[in-house]
């Protein structure tokens, strides 16, 4: 085993992009940027704290809750959650943030990376609510860099494949919560808390 110190190792392993690739970059959004972000009702915010120890941040809303503001500027809604609000944290002392932008079924995805800052109100933070949700903190990013990624990650792993899905392979998230956050609580009630029809009725309640 030899540990990669360096960039010419580094390439020496996986050689150099294509021109198309490397050249791919945008420091503002396009029409096809706006119109991946109008579909996509799912993207992964990476964060940073001051030190450099990383977060990555599920967030979900119905396609077109990403608020496009202007050609370098996407907003992005807090919903109810469990309140640890760890991304916003790191944005507070380090603004720099990752943005990856799915749609389902689909491979491909749209990176975006730039600066953040958080908001308590907008002049567009009416049109953020949802199922009479007004969120009160918005995350906004200055969009410095943003480009499509190539679908290979998805077609290895078979994400968008039914037939190889196995939601029953690791314990529930019930049985997780049971085992490592609340251990006094009986698994049923905590099942009862997790039920599906129950859950999703408090997705955007405070």
Same mark, same amino acid.
């Given at each position: 085993?030899?540990?990669?110190?360096?960039?010419e190792r580094l390439r020496?392993?996986?050689g150099t992009p294509t021109?198309? $690739?490397?050249? @791919?970059?945008? !420091?503002? =959004?396009?029409?096809?940027?706006?119109?991946?972000? &109008?579909?996509?009702?799912f993207c992964v915010l990476a964060t940073a704290d001051a030190d450099g120890?990383? !977060?990555?941040?599920? @967030? %979900? !809303?119905? $396609? %077109?809750?990403?608020?496009?503001?202007? +050609?370098?500027? /996407?907003? /992005?809604?807090? *919903?109810p959650g469990n309140r640890r609000a760890d991304?916003?944290?790191?944005?507070?002392?380090?603004?720099?943030? %990752?943005? =990856?932008?799915? /749609?389902?079924?689909?491979? +491909?995805? =749209?990176?975006?990376?730039?600066? $953040? *800052?958080?908001?308590? !109100?907008?002049?567009? $933070? +009416?049109?953020?609510?949802? @199922? %009479?949700?007004?969120?009160?903190?918005?995350?906004?990013? &200055?969009?410095?860099?943003?480009?499509?990624h190539c679908s290979k990650a998805f077609l290895r792993s078979q994400l968008w494949k039914p037939e190889t899905w196995h939601p029953d392979a690791a314990p529930s998230r019930a049985e997780i919560a049971h085992a490592l956050e609340r251990p006094d609580e009986p698994l049923e009630e905590i099942q009862a808390y997790y039920d599906e029809s129950r859950y999703s009725q408090g997705l955007y309640r405070d």
């Open positions: 085993m030899a540990e990669i110190t360096d960039v020496e392993l996986l021109p198309a $690739a490397a050249g @791919k970059d945008r !420091d503002r =959004l396009t029409d096809e940027h706006r119109a991946f972000l &109008a579909a996509s009702p120890r990383c !977060d990555a941040s599920p @967030k %979900g !809303d119905p $396609a %077109g809750s990403w608020h496009v503001v202007d +050609d370098r500027t /996407i907003a /992005i809604p807090e *919903r991304g916003w944290h790191n944005v507070l002392v380090n603004p720099h943030v %990752g943005l =990856l932008f799915l /749609i389902p079924g689909r491979g +491909d995805t =749209l990176r975006v990376n730039g600066r $953040a *800052r958080l908001l308590d !109100d907008a002049p567009y $933070a +009416d049109e953020l609510v949802v @199922k %009479g949700h007004h969120p009160v903190v918005i995350l906004e990013v &200055a969009v410095e860099q943003t480009f499509f």
